[in-house]
């Protein structure tokens, strides 16, 4: 009999309650997510409930690393997806990530395409743009990757340790930089897609978070830890997981004709 392949999702959280509730009504259709893992950094909203309401085990979050590493403490499956909760997949691509991993042992973790809920040509540029800029770096033997949607096999995040906790932001290209280093395969990988807020856009302004992640990304290349920029949870209107929700059920409507034509 030939076992069928399931995911620990693990979401690092701190007042997520108008992103998670959606979030994980579309993960728990999912068949071949066995379990949802909520890491929460001490929310003051009702993100634990709200997790605790769909099933999800809840676990002492802290920055998205230390989150991120608790929840794998309490993960069962051979693959784990760090997602955030404020980015969605569908089954289609996270089975066919799946897929990638299985289908070459040498390849230890795979980043989604993530792309933004956004109508602004500059946000898909942008994550356009960061997405090839990955493909080369990791195909040249520089792991590097998002965090938004990151899958990886639970083995070859164990032989490295996880995510680095001492990492103030960045901590998800650091973990794949180590991973390639330890001779294992990256894939940023095409057709299988994440779509994530752009309401740190939004927030903090384009030029402003455009220019940090640069200067991780420039970082993480060259093997440092340090970060300049520091890692804050921020408080989103509840109202932009509105606009949100109501933007990912138009691109997935666009999507499944595009499928069907």
Known sequence: MINTPT?????????????????LRILTEIPIVSEIIVADASSTDQTPDIALRRGCIVTDGGRPGVGRNAGRKVATSEFILFLDADTYIDNESISQAVGVLLSDKRVAAANLRIRPLSRNPIDHLAYSFAMSYLRVVSALGVGQGLGNALLVKAGDFDAVSGFSEEINAGEDADLLYRVQKMGRLVRILVHEVAWTS??????EGRARFFSKV???????????????????????????ATADLRELLRRRSSDDCARQA
């Open 7 to 23: 995911v620990s999702v693990v979401i690092p959280t701190r007042n997520e309650a108008a992103w998670l509730d959606t979030n």
């Open 198 to 203: 752009p309401r740190r856009f939004r927030l």
């Open 214 to 240: 640069v200067v991780w990304a420039a970082l993480r290349v060259a093997g440092r830890r340090a970060s300049l920029f520091p890692y804050r949870w921020h408080v989103y209107p509840p109202d932009w």
